[in-house]
């Protein structure tokens, strides 16, 4: 049986409305939107300390959180003093000048913040230091889903540090109680959507790795689980979750339950149509929430008509976002190893650390995190964070997500036989295992 009814209707296939098409990086899917930031001085860090021992490379984004994270370490070790080197905003401007250090030799970098889905593909390299041994430092104490970001082939090759997790925004002038499965919030998306003349859902859809993403939650809020226990083999195509998704996404484009131009739609373009009042739900990060309030004097058509609530499943039970973030590792090339892990540790599990990126609105790892913060959202953002699956950090996690866009993108718009493209993605699946 299908998962959604099928009722068409026409659907124009233009450019997602509202504020032009971002260009966004794999770290924006991870949850980051366009912030602050940037690289750090040409060549050199970021002058926090006078007599630095270790130097932590992360992003630009949120540089002035991890300028504070630093600050609060220098302030409590006077003796062990730390820099920072602001990368690039971008994923991939970041992972290069990573790789260029670490190949070169050239070890500028001692604790490196790796987006999540890296873990691996560092690993295999050889480029991080185990950290196995510091399990007992943030078993139980981190996010369950970040700490499995963290490690690769049961292995712990760094440590959590940042979080974030998917929202289901919904309108609460048009919706009564947010929908606890996909059928039912096509069921409602639709019909509200026809009752107010504007679209039932906005999200990314675009060819990014955003769009990966929003199929996994898909995929994985179906039962469906890419790979095996020791990561060895794919399991894409076990059982129907696969095809469920895929089916779910292909018919929700068709039948026009997805909003005009969903197919290039990133995360500001969502943003924009359901700030203007023109979606009844959307799927997006947390940083969307003070933009729809209508702070710091935005303009916004659903200030006080909208609310959160966690993604859907296709049963009804739970609930399964994609987590994004950082994880913090210890180069293979640092001359000061253990200063840097004891710096990892502490930017995982110190409350005054993990404090300022919740004060900042930065999702943090550490659990108790969340229960010292008087905000109901940032409460559910704790619950879902406590259910969020990781993208696979398996060395060819690049690969497989491209394989991903390439061959799911059309065919969830009707340009691509589905059961080619899902044997596809099972092969690629295969080699991100291999690295190949």
Wanted: charged residues 20%.
């Amino acid at each position: 049986m299908s998962v959604v009814a099928r009722r068409r209707r026409p659907v124009a296939r233009g450019c997602a409305a509202g504020l032009g098409a971002l260009v966004l990086t794999l770290a924006t899917a991870c949850g980051e939107p366009p912030g602050e930031g940037g690289a750090g001085p040409e060549g050199g860090t970021a002058g926090l300390a006078d007599d630095p021992q270790i130097v932590w490379a992360v992003t630009g984004a949120d540089r002035r959180i991890h300028e504070e994270v630093v600050r609060l370490w220098n302030e409590e070790n006077p003796d062990r003093q730390v820099d920072v080197f602001f990368l690039a905003p971008t994923a991939d401007e970041q992972r290069q000048a990573m790789f260029q250090d670490l190949q070169s030799q050239a070890g500028e970098f001692d604790v490196l913040g790796l987006d999540v889905i890296w873990t691996g593909e560092f690993a295999e390299f050889g480029y991080i230091e185990s950290l196995e041994d510091l399990r007992p430092e943030v078993e139980g104490a981190s996010l369950a889903g970040a700490l499995d970001s963290a490690q690769w082939q049961e292995e712990l090759y760094a440590l959590p540090y940042s979080s974030n997790g998917a929202f289901l925004y919904y309108r609460t002038d048009l919706v009564d109680e947010p929908p606890t499965t996909w059928q039912e919030l096509y069921d409602t998306g639709t019909a509200a959507a026809e009752k107010a003349g504007i679209s039932a859902y906005v999200g990314q859809g675009d060819q990014y790795e955003g769009f990966v993403v929003n199929f996994l939650e898909l995929y994985w809020s179906a039962g469906g689980e890419l790979f095996d226990a020791s990561q060895e083999n794919s399991t894409f195509l076990e059982g129907d979750a696969a095809e469920t998704a895929l089916e779910f996404m292909t018919e929700a484009y068709e039948t026009g339950f997805y909003a005009e131009g969903f197919d290039s739609m990133v995360e500001d373009d969502a943003r924009a149509l359901f700030q203007a009042g023109e979606a009844v739900y959307m799927r997006n990060w947390p940083y969307a929430i003070p933009l729809l309030e209508g702070e710091d004097g935005e303009e916004s058509a659903v200030a006080g008509n909208f609310a959160v609530a966690p993604l859907p499943t296709f049963t009804g039970e739970g609930t399964v976002s994609a987590l994004g973030g950082l994880n913090n590792a210890v180069s293979t090339l640092s001359d000061n190893p253990e200063l840097a892990r004891e710096f990892v540790v502490w930017a995982a599990t110190d409350p005054g650390a993990q404090a300022i990126l919740a004060d900042n609105s930065l999702p943090p790892t550490l659990l108790s995190a969340y229960e010292e913060v008087d905000d109901p959202n940032f409460e559910l953002l704790g619950d879902i964070l406590s259910q969020a699956r990781a993208r696979p950090p398996v060395p060819g996690y690049n690969a497989l997500s491209l394989t991903i866009q390439d061959h799911l993108h059309p065919a969830y718009l009707g340009q691509g036989d589905p059961a080619e493209a899902l044997e596809a993605v099972d092969q690629g699946a295969q080699a991100a295992l291999e690295h190949e």
